[in-house]
């Protein structure tokens, strides 16, 4: 089956997928002494988290890390900023962080190359930088994320599951973001294991900091370019791109809707998922990747390695042997919420069955 790229060509990863927690060959070095490091006192993290189109960061990553860092450092402080999608307000932030004395920086990036000039900044004040969540380019010292090739591949079965006999031969639209290139395994190479050769797929690459706004203007377009029956499944970046997907669709009555998969479950992409309009999401507990960053952080700023919390290294596009913690995804469909993201603690199921999904939490026997 043909696959046609609207956009940058997607780049294959050269390199195996053999980035797991027990991965050896682990070397732990910060990217340089941190300034005025002394022992164990306390000191300020920055922390950069790039957009509130996902709610995550401010009711998860932010309060956890807090939470992480005050218990290993008792005198540290932690500095918050979102760049609200903005890599020229990330920049910003990141120099009145280094020009406000920030010992150690927990970033998740807006945009890969926008920011590489930023980390180099900040390596040469002599002020690590942990790479949250996306990998960022540059000098970084530290990354703690969950395994990009693992999402993507769980993306792509559950699309193709949710695809049913519509599997072989079908019509897909993903909705993507640019991307730097990039030796380690992507979701991208991931999803595209699973679905190539199998599917048709419109690949649509819009920006590199896709909107749910976007993704509505692009699924629209999407719709108008095949047809609106002739779209069998929609792989979204994320769940936000995933809602403005979902709004298109419903906005052009297309019925029943196609599967769509997304990640980070989003409150309201389990909320869509009890009511059948998304077909999946990718759960990554929050918490022990903000511990996983607490940790790093707390140790760059005090001078010491990384041997004892990342077990493997990754390389971005600069720079080779970042010390990594990858974590493994999970993945929900309306069979297993109860089982992960309630069990788990994540959300309750008052939050999730509001007056508005109460029926469909009632049909799904989620009540």
Request: contains cysteine; glycine residues 10%; hydrophobic residues 40%.
């Amino acid at each position: 089956m043909k696959t046609r790229l609207r956009g940058p060509a997607v780049t294959a990863a050269a390199v195996s997928v053999t980035l797991v927690l027990a991965a050896c060959g682990q070397t732990g070095r910060p990217a340089g002494p941190p300034r005025s490091a002394s022992g164990n006192g306390g000191f300020t993290i920055g922390v950069l988290m790039p957009d509130q189109n996902a709610t995550r960061y401010q009711t998860f990553d932010k309060p956890l890390i807090e939470k992480k860092v005050k218990e290993l450092c008792s005198g540290c402080t932690v500095e918050y900023a979102n760049a609200q999608n903005d890599a020229s307000t990330q920049r910003q932030q990141m120099n009145t962080m280094l020009n406000k004395g920030a010992r150690v920086l927990i970033l998740d990036r807006v945009d890969a190359g926008a920011l590489r000039r930023s980390v180099q900044q900040a390596r040469d004040a002599g002020v690590p930088v942990i790479s949250y969540d996306r990998l960022a380019d540059g000098p970084v010292s530290g990354y703690v994320s969950y395994d990009d090739y693992d999402i993507g591949v769980l993306q792509g079965q559950a699309l193709i599951q949710g695809m049913g006999n519509k599997a072989h031969g079908g019509q897909v639209v993903w909705i993507d973001a640019t991307e730097p290139p990039s030796p380690i395994p992507s979701r991208r190479t991931g999803g595209m294991s699973v679905l190539k050769g199998k599917v048709d797929i419109e690949h649509v690459i819009t920006n590199a900091t896709i909107s749910p706004h976007d993704a509505y203007a692009t699924m629209s377009a999407a719709i108008a370019r095949l047809g609106p029956h002739r779209i069998d499944g929609v792989y979204a970046i994320n769940d936000a791109v995933a809602a403005g997907a979902i709004s298109a669709l419903k906005a052009a009555h297309v019925t029943p809707l196609p599967p769509v998969v997304g990640q980070d479950a989003e409150l309201s992409a389990i909320q869509r998922i009890v009511r059948g309009e998304q077909y999946m999401t990718v759960y990554k507990p929050y918490e022990p990747e903000a511990d996983a960053a607490a940790e790093m952080a707390v140790a760059l700023g005090r001078g010491e390695k990384l041997d004892g919390i990342a077990r493997t290294t990754v390389g971005n596009s600069t720079t080779k042997d970042i010390p990594a913690v990858l974590l493994t995804p999970v993945p929900v469909n309306a069979k297993n919420v109860k089982a992960t993201v309630v069990k788990n603690g994540m959300y309750t199921i008052k939050q999730i069955c509001t007056p508005e999904v109460a029926a469909a939490c009632r049909k799904g026997r989620l009540t």
